[in-house]
């Protein structure tokens, strides 16, 4: 069965300032990885998603097979990227994701 | 214009009643999902619903069904309820099975 790991339940750093959320990933098949986000009072959305090797509002992420790994990075943190993040893991079978336990970041001014 | 609404959004019952919770998206997607989110912000799927067709997450007790009476509406019916499925759960809905998902706000359910 797959599962996705996110190592940090909060992670706090000052604006300006390099940022990596991490994600692991177990899965025996060809993954599809997500990032969503969810900000205060609004719903869950997507950011990226590994297949479109975009950067949405500075963030990139780079699947890592060998590693197993899908981390999100950002080299400058705006206080307004404050959220709560998820690693998500898609599968072919009726396209449901599995979802890591979620990081939140707080961005310091 | 809400893309994926859900109501109620607030539910409070006792153990053993019956619920449904109401799913709707305008966005002309065909397929939808139904996830469970516990008190340390697990999101866990529970069931996409395509065409027609359902698949459903092996982990979900039959007490949970959800019935698509059209295209643009997924509901999720509960039996039995019990208190450890006081939760947060959303809808989502993509394009495809390949699609992003979009979410509705959440529906927060409290068992006594």
């Known amino acids: 069965a797959q599962r996705v790991t996110q190592p940090e339940k909060l992670l706090s750093v000052f604006k300006g300032a390099p940022v990596e959320l991490k994600c692991n990933y177990s899965?025996?098949?060809?993954?599809?990885l997500f990032w969503y986000v969810q900000y205060s009072r609004q719903r869950l959305q997507l950011l990226l998603r590994h297949i479109s090797r975009e950067s949405i509002k500075g963030f990139t992420a780079d699947l890592n097979k060998g590693e197993t790994s899908f981390h999100l990075k950002k080299p400058f943190a705006q206080e307004e990227d404050s959220a709560m993040y998820y690693c998500a893991l898609g599968v072919y079978a009726g396209n449901m994701l599995t979802f890591g336990g979620g990081t939140r970041l707080m961005v310091k001014p | 214009d809400t893309a994926v609404s859900q109501t109620p959004k607030y539910l409070v019952t006792q153990m053993g009643n019956d619920k449904s919770i109401k799913c709707e998206q305008n966005l002309g997607h065909d397929t939808m999902y139904w996830y469970k989110q516990d008190s340390k912000k697990f999101l866990k799927i529970m069931f996409s619903y395509n065409n027609k067709e359902l698949i459903i997450n092996e982990t979900v007790p039959n007490r949970f069904s959800p019935k698509s009476p059209d295209k643009a509406h997924l509901n999720l019916h509960i039996n039995s309820l019990e208190l450890g499925d006081s939760a947060v759960y959303f809808c989502a809905s993509s394009q495809d099975l390949v699609g992003e998902q979009f979410f509705g706000p959440g529906t927060r359910l409290t068992v006594l």
């Open positions: 899965y025996s098949g060809s993954p599809e």
